[in-house]
């Protein structure tokens, strides 16, 4: 970001001489926008945001400086918020800074260095703040992709489901006029992470849905603790763990339809386990038309999330692509497992072609050879990692 707009103030006030006032002593310094009451000043920083200060006066008609700084927090969370108010208004404007809505306020008149130097403090604040979220976003990141990077590892049967499952959550909520949240994707995506404590055959049994012994049970039904210790210590993470134990309480419910569960368990929630019944049962039929069939049979789900999901499901069939391998292309998504001539999983379907990906394949083939041909798909909106 330019240093233009990082120094960026707007400072409102309903007085034009002391909006000029401001703006002839703050310009050699900062870059002054100007408003002449509160309606105005969130006019502007909708239109011409993000502004990382904002000085206003209290008293003022209409909406005061007080009822602005409230919408100001609602609609430009990072803004730091400075208040002018004369003795008349000091009880009010310490009420607002007492409830956390403003950095500092300052006292008219206030002399030209006394305002420059919480003005200095406001963008010091900033950078702080910003920098800390920055960092923690990347840790974020960092934290999410060393954990699909094992998984994709250890389980790479179940590292597709979890794209799978990414993508029709995505789509399905889209379908219902919902867009998806970070959380829901993250949720979704992290949603097997679990199983990377499992043995190989459990793994398997689990994937397919197939018989279990009773000690196998218990290791499963210990996934959703294990998940959840996993990403405990992650930060932000609260609100995709939420998810993950609501969608576990679904499973727990067993042939309970999902109507007759808990109303307060979130959309994100219900269309994640939807999701999640239609990747086991299309894996188990190979067929996504037999594996509607299963979900509408089960009677496990509400029917217009179950028919968000048919549309969703009709409309991915007209954009299978058959292909091999000298033209498969990074950003397809395969539709179906991508297997070496011996029969070995190599990709499993779901996951999206990357340079990296592709490398891979393409140097395994050299050696080994893969089966042709390769079905792939549009993706549904998935982020390309390497």
């Not at 200060?53 to 918020?81: C, W, Y």
């Not at 992709?145 to 994709?152: E, F, G």
């Not at 993508?167 to 889209?174: C, D, I, P, Q, S």
Request: aromatic letters at 4%; charged letters at 25%.
């Amino acid at each position: 970001m330019s240093e233009e707009r990082v120094r960026r103030i707007l400072c409102v006030d309903d007085e034009p001489n002391v909006l000029q006032g401001l703006r002839r002593h703050l310009s050699m310094h900062y870059n002054v926008t100007t408003a002449e009451s509160g309606e105005e000043a969130l006019k502007i920083l909708e239109t011409d945001g993000p502004f990382p200060v904002i000085v206003s006066d209290m008293r003022m008609p209409g909406m005061n400086g007080a009822a602005l700084f409230e919408r100001v927090l609602e609609v430009a969370p990072e803004t730091i918020k400075i208040m002018l108010t004369g003795h008349a208004d000091l009880d009010a404007a310490i009420s607002v800074v007492n409830e956390g809505r403003v950095f500092r306020f300052l006292l008219k008149p206030c002399p030209q260095e006394t305002l420059h130097g919480a003005l200095e403090d406001a963008f010091e604040h900033y950078r702080l703040r910003n920098a800390e979220r920055e960092l923690l976003e990347l840790t974020l990141q960092g934290s999410i992709k060393v954990l699909s990077d094992v998984m994709a590892l250890a389980q790479p049967e179940l590292f597709g489901r979890s794209n799978r499952l990414q993508g029709h959550v995505r789509a399905v909520l889209h379908e219902l006029g919902e867009e998806s949240t970070w959380a829901e994707e993250i949720a979704a995506s992290l949603s097997q992470i679990g199983c990377v404590s499992l043995p190989p055959e459990i793994t398997k049994k689990l994937y397919y849905a197939e018989a279990m012994t009773d000690d196998e049970e218990k290791q499963v039904a210990r996934l959703s603790a294990t998940t959840d210790g996993l990403l405990a210590n992650i930060p932000r993470l609260e609100p995709v763990r939420q998810i993950l134990k609501e969608c576990a309480g679904l499973f727990e419910a067993g042939t309970r339809q999902a109507s007759s569960a808990k109303d307060d368990i979130t959309l994100g929630a219900r269309v994640l386990k939807l999701a999640w019944d239609f990747d086991v049962f299309e894996t188990q039929r190979r067929d996504p038309i037999a594996a509607l069939n299963g979900i509408r049979e089960s009677k496990r789900h509400a029917r217009e999330h179950v028919e968000a999901l048919s549309t969703v499901v009709e409309g991915r069939k007209s954009e299978i692509e058959s292909t091999t391998l000298d033209k498969l292309e990074v950003g397809l998504m395969l539709h179906e497992d991508l297997l070496a001539s011996g029969g070995l999983l190599l990709i499993a379907r779901g996951q999206l072609i990357t340079g990296g990906v592709l490398a891979r394949i393409q140097g395994y083939a050299k050696r080994h050879g893969v089966r042709e041909p390769i079905l792939t798909v549009s993706p549904q909106g998935s982020a390309v990692s390497s």
